[in-house]
């Protein structure tokens, strides 16, 4: 009897320092969150940006080119965002990386702020091939084709 007491306080300390050990410290967890603060992502859980953006009249826009828009037509988008200060620092950041203009704009299906090239593509192969050259480039790597029907 007094073995099998013994057996039983040995399995239960064994048990219960597997369990001790595996679980994580505070000072890992805060760090982890601290980290993943400062990093830039392409969907971010931040709240709700209350701020207005100013939306200027196709006329006076200068990112705004005026065109013949086929119908559809296609736009390659290098970001989605919570927040119009998360997608602007994005474009100030690979700013160099691009030869060309974006725009940032509301989603309002998503309530996200994406950031997609200036160019429009008339073609879906034209908008692919330009995707797939961004992609080369670590910054972009998750950029894909927009379809826009009006």
Known sequence: MMRT?????????????????SCSSTQQTTQSKSETKDSLY????????????????KETNPTVEKQEIPTPYYLVQIGA????????????????????????SLNHDNNLYVVRLAQIFSSHDQAEQEKDNLRQQEAFKDAWVVTVSQ
């Open 42 to 57: 392409v969907f971010d859980k931040v709240p709700v940006d209350t701020t207005k953006p100013v939306i200027l009249p």
């Open 81 to 104: 965002f919570t927040t119009q200060g998360r997608a602007q620092e994005f474009v100030d950041q690979t700013k160099s990386l691009l030869n060309q203009k974006v725009n940032i």
């Open 5 to 21: 007491k013994n057996s039983f306080t040995v399995l239960f300390l064994v048990v219960t320092s597997f369990l001790l050990a």
